[in-house]
């Protein structure tokens, strides 16, 4: 593990030669995504169980954070769909003031995870698993937005999967007719959008001109909000607002305002804080790669995943201060900040600014806002955030990767992310030891092979000793010692004095079970009063033998039986001669 105070964000960098082309190109995409951004900062905060104005204001100062100090040219931060699930049951359960302190003692769980350079380690978590939590929050995202969708007269949704089935089951008949429509005229317009404008389609061979591709320009949100929005309001239609369930977004920034902060709440919230941190880690992380990915721009880098989680930290820390929640990349604001030009992290800091100026300028305007409309905007992303294709594909992979993948899929649905993730790891960590084991054999080999003439002409006694040879593959570790059985038995079982020689050209690991397994076989050779030969070793082996004493007792014992002999070798590395071609 390395430690280092280094903080260089990538801004620094972006700025160098940086063109007036490039900041009007910056200055395009930024409008483009905060714009894009108000109805899903919204969207995500009613569905957290918050004001709207918590996830605006997440967008705009973790947004902007995010920007100014992370190691990315084009990361969006702000709300995160994949947080709904895990923020609506933290504020059930703890209220909204512990929400505020997880987030902020995450953000420093996430500074630190940067700072020792541990980014990297979030690599490690299986894409199964990735897939599995990704689909199973998205399902809860669907369930828990069927409420505002339909209109259904629920004070209060529950937290829980089976809990929120059987709530919807109850007041099912008391849909309102109204906000279905508005939310499956949502629904259906922001499926449909995309395709008015794709090349070929009747839209454009009818309507030719710049107007009509400029116009589909607009993002799908912001058309489905404002019509939509429109529409309710022309036609008085009885649906809920933001206006009748919130009173409104102020029109000012939010005060700064320190939780109420003590040790024993903090100890009472690791639980939220671990699951924020590894979300927020995770998501960022993947979303910076998928960036890496789609990137075409010649002035884009490689983002730095140590200098993300950092500015992640920092981000999550100063959010709470002023009433927000989790802050994270997200994929789709990032793709779309990529696509509409983005070049450094000004349009992401430009994001920010216009959503200020909008939420400073024009919050008034929200209050006529359906519920409906967000919550057909949410499906929308659900369905987006699915991997759905992925359980179509599961015939195509092993049966631990059906596990991991299902297994989490059905424990983040029926339980949480944090019991997900956990049992998904561990069970990983099992299945690869599983896997790594049955790929460690132990051949043996017969005399009469090539291998075991060579391995003769190793003997110091004089006149010939019986002979037993093995072929060593694979990793010899705890969840492959066992394997290492059959050889005691057959020396045990074996003619007296036996040349006992193992082949290790294709040992490419070995740990200190593995090695006591050794220590099992020279004894048994001693035993007997044989010789053991431990040839071709690999460095990783050979260097773990030769710290643990064990080839000094390998050349004691040999020495011993073959009274008095020439110095033998034991374990060596294999010479230009012996390499296998």
Known sequence: MRFSLAFRPRLLDALRGYSRSRWMADLGAGVTVGIVALPLAMAFAIASGLKPEAGLWTAIIGGFLVALLGGTNVQIGGPAGAFIVIVYGIVERYGVANLLISTACAGVLLFLLGMFKLGSLVRFVPVSIVIGFTNGIAVLIGLSQLKDWMGLAIDKMPGNFFSQVHTLALHIDSFNPHALALGAACLGGLFLWPRLFVQGSPVLRVAEGHTVRRFARIPAPVVALVTLTVLARWLEMPVETIGTRFGGIPQEPPAFALPDFSWDTVRLLVTPTVTIALLGSIESLLCARVADQVATDPHYRKHDPNQELMAQGVANFVVPFFGGMPVTGTIARTVTNLRAGATSPIAG????????VIVLVASPLALHIPLAVLAGILLHVAWNMGEWHEFARLKHFSNHYRLLMLGTFFLTVVFDLTVAVEVGLVL???????????????????????????????????????????????????????????????????????EVVLDARDLFALD???????????????????????????????????????SARLENQNAAQTAGAAASRPVHSPSSAETPG
């Open 512 to 550: 200190t079970t593995g090695l006591e397994g050794l220590e099992q076989i020279l004894k048994a050779v001693g035993q007997r009063g044989g010789v053991l030969w431990v040839v071709d070793a690999q460095e990783q082996p050979r260097s773990l033998m030769e710290r643990s004493g064990f």
């Open 428 to 498: 990983s960590c099992v299945l690869f030891v599983r896997r790594m084991s049955a790929l460690f054999r132990a051949e043996r080999v017969p005399a009469s092979t090539p291998a075991a003439q060579d391995a003769q002409g190793l003997a110091l006694e004089p006149g010939p000793r019986p002979h037993m040879a093995w072929h060593l593959h694979g990793a010899l570790f705890f969840g492959a010692a066992a394997k290492i059985d059959p050889i005691v038995q057959a020396v045990e079982a074996g003619p007296e004095g036996p």
């Open 349 to 356: 800091m430009v994001h920010a600014a216009t959503l200020a």
